[in-house]
């Protein structure tokens, strides 16, 4: 497949969906691919979460959250293509996908100070095109106006297959049970929060990741971008 026209006229691409449904590993796959760059929202949530967790906040305390928030030092560096959350100087990657971070993560998220601190960073990375940005209000909040949006879906078995391989893979001890429940109460309050809620945009398309390969849901992802590229005007 010839790629070319994806850089000549690069877009935006919004991709959201649940948790573990694989939207990391096809934006990252799509961003090497095409030569867009690749910026994980998710992180930027996760980052502060680490931070409230470090810093002993209540979240439930509006103060203490804005307090914390005006003292974040956080922002996104860009290793090989892909965005690396930098907080207080240190790159946290690693410890952003631990299950205590997990567990909090979508309470963090909910707060509407919280959502407002993030907008511009995610928003600063739009300016340039060629980005792919995953997450869950991408592409109704963050980027609405993404020349593509995808909505990515897969079985709950699967997504906590997933999940589950890749904790053991880093050498995460966790139960089937655990990341299933986790998956579940992530999946509710994500969608059930007031502020940008996780739902599909209108003109998004939704894929099923479920019976892919990796491979596969690549090579799904590309035709439907060269479609939206060569279709522009
Ligand atoms: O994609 P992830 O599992 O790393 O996301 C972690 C949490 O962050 C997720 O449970 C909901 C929240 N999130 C969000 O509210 N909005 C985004 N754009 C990205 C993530």
């Known amino acids: 497949m010839d790629l070319s026209s994806a850089s000549d006229k690069p877009i935006i691409i919004a991709i ?12 990252k796959d799509l961003a090497i691919a095409l030569g867009y760059i690749h910026i994980d929202s998710g992180s930027l949530y996760r980052s502060v979460t680490v931070d409230f967790i470090k810093r002993g906040i209540d979240v439930t305390h509006k103060e203490s959250v804005e307090i914390a928030l005006s003292n974040i030092d956080l922002h996104l560096a860009l290793i090989n293509c892909a965005s690396n959350p930098i907080l207080n100087g240190v790159n946290i990657s690693e410890e952003i996908k631990s299950p205590e971070v997990a567990q909090l993560v979508s309470e963090v998220a909910a ?3 919280v959502r407002a601190f993030l907008i511009e960073k995610q928003r600063h990375f ?5 980005v792919i940005m995953d997450g869950r ?4 909040a ?3 106006e993404a020349e ?4 990515i879906i897969a079985d709950m078995e699967i997504r906590v297959n997933r999940r589950l391989k890749e ?7 966790v139960t089937r049970e655990e990341v ?3 998956l579940e109460k992530r999946d509710r309050i994500d969608s059930s929060r007031e502020f940008s809620p996780l739902r599909q945009a209108n003109d998004a398309i939704v894929l099923d990741t479920s019976t892919l390969s990796r491979e596969q849901q690549l090579q799904k992802a590309l035709e439907i971008v060269m479609g939206v590229v060569n279709g522009k005007t």
């Not at 739009?126 to 060629?130: C, D, E, L, T, V």
């Not at 904790?167 to 001890?173: M, N, R, T």
Request: with cysteine; proline share 5%; hydrophobic share 35%.
């Open 126 to 130: 739009g300016k340039s095109k060629a």
């Open 111 to 113: 707060l509407p100070e």
């Open 137 to 140: 209000d991408i592409g109704t």
């Open 16 to 27: 959201d969906g649940f948790s573990g449904c694989g939207k990391s590993t096809l934006a």
């Open 142 to 144: 963050i980027f609405p």
């Open 167 to 173: 904790l053991k893979d880093k050498g995460i001890d």
């Open 148 to 151: 593509l949006k995808l909505f």
């Open 180 to 182: 299933a429940d986790n």
